[in-house]
């Protein structure tokens, strides 16, 4: 049976994207089996194909447009033997792992109303609790950083008629802030049962994106990212860069953050699928903080990302990622202490170099974003280096004009099913009014959808302009920066490494060409 459907594959290859090989005697067969992400030889998907049978393997599933497949064996010898066999481009563990997360949907002890966060906001600001169409928008100092408010961006364009898409750990489908300009119909999981630290309630048949529930967020930072990009103007809660842009949620990151390279490669895809106009990307590719070409397994994971991401870009895909919370020079890594992060307790301390990648944020064509705090200062956990195209507020409790330690973060829309909404209201940093939730975050993560926001923008004012164009405009009409005199207090707060600038106004390893400026990439 399953011979006769690998050869009847070549046809399959041109008519999908992804073909799904369903053998249940070969799964039943063979329940020990490891799965594997194996990058295949571009244009000769059949030789790879025939390599994994002779060395023990069975195709479980192939994204065939960029030549990545899932396939498992019962062999301890498989890898080595198909990497000799010289027929495929890389191979890499595809672990499987599972937790269940506990739901809280009540409203935790500790969780701020509107109102008094809206008047705290104001008074901590100095600005009006007025100062913003929304009830929120006294708190929105990030908005005001970068331009996007009623007197700037929003009175040109607010980004309508573009798609953003949103890779990360789901959406709150519940959130009213940004249901209104959620496309439910063109969001989809990424999240198999074969993905590490997945819960059932997220998983889905590989290629179906019907079961729309599985985009639920459990854990909260993607319907963060979300709203900071495309809150609606309605009355709740806060407003994002472009409020009537459209959302597509892609979920490929687990109810425990992690996002593993298969989920990765298969939301990429499937933007470049579905032409949207720009995507968000704030996190980092599990299990390895950087990937270094010199480890079979590892050069396996970027070739299997890159191939994505540039089909993504091929399609018209603005790719926008986070530089990191690392605190390091991109551009001179030294040592990586985190990996890999799964699974648990496996993590080394090991040294790094050049040859050595953070995916998706390094590869080519990708936006890179550092992040700010309220003074625009390089916020003190902010990776950074020359390859950095552009800053954007993150938050840092440091740098507001009193120190507060919520209120100096990012406030954007939360989920309701987040696992430690009990944990952010304990800390002040949990807004609700009875239904909807809000929290503050800070991150390189908060960042990155500030500028995939103005790129939003950007599109909605010129929709042919290309890839290309849209990412020189972004960086063109950034406000310039030099390298600044003093830093983030919390560097010495946290024992953190102190960053260091060089370059000059507008082309630095802090801030690349500047802070993104939504008014003026609106009006260009």
């Not at 990360?168 to 300009?181: C, E, K, M, R, Y």
């Not at 985190?338 to 993590?347: K, R």
Request: charged residues 10%; neutral net charge.
């Amino acid at each position: 049976m399953r011979s006769h459907l690998l050869a009847a594959l070549g046809a399959v290859f041109v008519a999908a994207a992804i073909v799904a090989v369903t053998s249940a005697a070969g799964a039943s067969a063979k329940p020990r089996a490891t799965s594997y992400v194996v990058v295949f030889q571009a244009g000769n998907n059949a030789a790879g194909i025939n390599a994994v049978q002779a060395a023990g393997g069975y195709i479980v599933r192939l994204n065939a447009k960029i030549g990545v497949g899932t396939v498992a064996s019962s062999s301890a010898r498989f890898a080595n033997t198909l990497r000799a066999s010289g027929a495929i481009a890389g191979v890499a563990h595809n672990v499987s792992f599972f937790e269940p997360k506990l739901r809280v949907l009540a409203a935790p002890p500790g969780t701020n109303t509107v109102a008094n966060e809206a008047a705290a906001c104001a008074a901590l600001y100095s600005v009006p609790v007025n100062v913003g169409p929304e009830p929120l928008s006294s708190c929105q100092w990030d908005m005001r950083a970068i331009n996007a408010t009623p007197s700037g961006s929003y009175a040109v364009t607010q980004g309508a008629g573009v798609k953003v898409g949103d890779l990360d750990t789901g959406i709150d489908l519940t959130n009213q802030d940004v249901a209104p300009n959620l496309d439910v119909a063109t969001s989809c999981s990424f999240i198999y049962a074969t993905t590490p630290t997945s819960d059932p309630s997220e998983q889905v048949t590989p290629g179906d994106c019907s079961n729309k529930s599985a985009v639920q967020d459990l854990a909260g930072h993607g319907t963060h990212t979300a709203g900071t990009m495309a809150a609606a103007i309605n009355g709740l809660g806060v407003a994002g860069v472009a409020p009537k842009a459209t959302i597509v949620a892609l979920k490929a990151g687990t109810a425990e953050g992690f996002f593993f390279t298969q989920s990765v490669v298969d939301g990429l895809t499937y933007a470049g699928d579905r032409g949207l106009d720009v995507v968000n990307m704030s996190f980092f590719a599990d299990p390895w903080l950087f990937n270094c070409r010199n480890d079979t397994e590892q050069k396996a994971i970027v070739q299997a990302i890159s191939r994505a991401s540039r089909y993504a870009q091929q399609h018209g895909v603005v790719l926008v990622a986070a530089a990191g919370n690392e605190g390091i020079d991109l551009n001179h890594p030294i040592q990586d202490e985190i990996s890999p992060d799964f699974p648990p307790g496996q993590a080394v301390t090991r040294p790094v170099n050049n040859s050595c990648v953070v995916l998706p944020t390094e590869l080519p064509g990708v936006v890179q974003v550092t992040a700010t705090g309220a003074q625009n200062l390089l916020a003190w956990y902010s990776s950074y280096g020359k390859i950095t195209d552009v800053a954007a507020p993150g938050g840092s409790r440091f740098q507001t004009p009193t120190f507060d330690s919520a209120r100096g973060r990012v406030l954007s829309t939360y989920s309701s099913t987040a696992s430690d909404l009990a944990l952010e209201a304990s800390l002040g940093r949990l807004v609700s009014d009875g239904t909807n939730y809000w929290a503050w975050l800070n991150g390189t993560s908060m960042a990155a959808p500030h500028a995939a926001g103005v790129v939003a923008l950007i599109r909605a004012m010129h929709p042919g302009m290309s890839v290309g164009a849209v990412v020189a405009q972004l960086k063109q009409t950034a406000t310039k920066m030099g390298c600044p005199t003093e830093h983030d207090p919390g560097v010495e707060f946290f024992g953190a490494p102190l960053q260091t600038c060089t370059g000059g106004v507008g082309s630095n390893s802090f801030f690349g060409s500047g802070l993104v400026n939504a008014l003026a990439a609106a009006q260009k």
